[in-house]
């Protein structure tokens, strides 16, 4: 039979910590179910120093780890396992996971992003063999060795200055002639002793049983060169984690649309953080988006209980 709960959080990444602390301190029986033990994309971020009230700052891992006790401690049911479906029968939800079924009046889609692959040759074969998407977890495996990342975001700018404490060796590929990141982010990264090469991509990736070099194409004279690499961290990007709600109306890279209080087209299903349609992304506004999604949930709530009791 399944379990009954007033609101349910697919994801435990900062939009779904927040929004389930703010559930539970409202009142509502809040669980949050995740695949992984929770923290999401700021398990990757060695310092985080732009968090209103952090300071100073402290690693992703140790606020993600203080956030879920937190809101453990105020009440909110944490579980991980993985959700198969989200069906809604007149006015309530059934939540399926591969152990058990749940019932609520309602969902926050909170499912975040995964990083996007750059699909070259050596890539899949090396990743684990040199090939990283997260900095924090395999740059210490990498000292003074030398060490390429790509991309041009807050993410690859941030990470590549962590991986340069790490290493003197750092070099940043960029396609383009300039970075996208926040110019603070820009002005770190200049003054690391970085190596910045623009207007290049990788081919491919090279080495037998480990990353040994990589193929850059120059994008404006198409010019190939080889240069020796024993790591590739590689941001490129993220993509939405949309597969339970395929249905719903998303934007044209895939994220989720809301209106401004997180209400998709399905009266009582909201979505938060990196997987809704925004223009910025970030620890505090993936926050804000879960706890706008607690009050509006709490409040939708309220009146479907309300018009039972009539």
């Not at 991309?151 to 690859?156: C, E, L, N, Q, R």
């Not at 990736?205 to 690499?229: M, Q, Y």
């Not at 939708?300 to 009539?310: A, C, F, N, P, R």
Request: glycine residues 10%.
């Amino acid at each position: 039979m399944a379990e009954n709960f007033d609101y349910i959080i697919i994801g435990a990444g900062a939009a779904g910590l927040t929004s389930g602390q703010y559930g539970a301190r409202a009142g509502l029986k809040t669980l949050i179910i995740d695949s992984s033990s929770g923290g999401g994309q700021a398990l990757q971020i060695a310092e985080l120093e732009n968090y209103p009230g952090l300071f100073p700052l402290v690693s992703g891992s140790d606020f993600s780890e203080k956030m879920l006790e937190q809101t453990k401690a105020f009440g909110t049911t944490v579980i991980q396992d993985t959700v198969l479906s989200i069906d809604k029968i007149n006015d309530r939800f059934t939540v399926k996971t591969q152990k058990e079924e749940f019932q609520c009046y309602a969902v926050l889609i909170a499912t975040g992003a995964k990083h996007n692959t750059l699909q070259v040759p050596g890539e899949k074969e090396l990743c684990g063999a040199g090939v990283s998407y997260c900095a924090t977890c395999d740059g210490p495996f990498f000292k003074d060795k030398k060490i390429i990342v790509v991309g041009g975001g807050d993410s690859a700018c941030s990470e590549a200055v962590y991986l340069s404490t790490i290493s003197k060796d750092v070099t940043l590929i960029h396609r383009r002639g300039t970075l996208r990141a926040q110019k603070a982010v820009q002005d770190k990264l200049l003054n690391s002793g970085v190596t910045v090469r623009f207007n290049s991509q990788i081919e491919s990736i090279n080495g037998k049983n480990k990353v040994e070099s990589v193929t850059l194409k120059d994008s404006e004279t198409e010019n190939l060169s080889e240069i020796p690499a024993d790591a590739v961290f590689i941001f490129a990007g993220t993509t939405p984690v949309t597969d339970l709600v395929e249905m719903l109306p998303k934007d044209e890279n895939g994220y989720l649309l809301t209106d401004e209080c997180m209400q998709t087209i399905i009266p009582g299903l909201y979505a938060a953080g990196d997987v809704r349609s925004k223009p910025f992304r970030q620890l505090v506004t993936a926050a804000a988006d879960g706890a706008t999604a607690a009050f509006q949930a709490t409040n939708y709530i309220h009146g479907q209980k309300l018009k039972k009791s009539l």
